[in-house]
């Protein structure tokens, strides 16, 4: 996977918004949450996970790229998940 197309793959995940242009940066849910640096020649992503601060990942080679965006996927998937069952349960305690 290139840059370019882990760039591509970012852009395509529900949820997470380019809020800039070159470099891109990501948010979700309205807050920062991705950006790249380049270190040396070598791409990281810096990631807010959590509630904490941004993590560094490495982004530099096609393993450290689809790492990155499976775990930024999987993030961003549980988060909607739990927001959506959170909504669910709101709309059962007013029927009631």
């Not at 996970?49 to 993590?55: N, Q």
Request: proline share 5%; charged share 35%.
């Amino acid at each position: 996977m290139t840059h370019e197309a882990l760039v591509d793959a970012l852009r395509s995940v529900e949820g997470l918004v380019d809020v800039s242009g070159d470099p891109p940066i990501f948010h979700f849910r309205s807050r920062p949450f991705l950006h790249f640096h380049d270190r040396d020649g070598h791409a990281y992503a810096d990631v807010k996970f959590g509630s904490g601060d941004f993590e560094p990942m490495w982004a530099s080679t096609p393993q450290e790229r689809l790492e990155l965006l499976g775990r930024v996927i999987d993030h961003v998937e549980r988060l909607t998940q739990s927001r959506k069952a959170d909504r669910r349960g709101q709309g059962d305690r007013r029927r009631k």
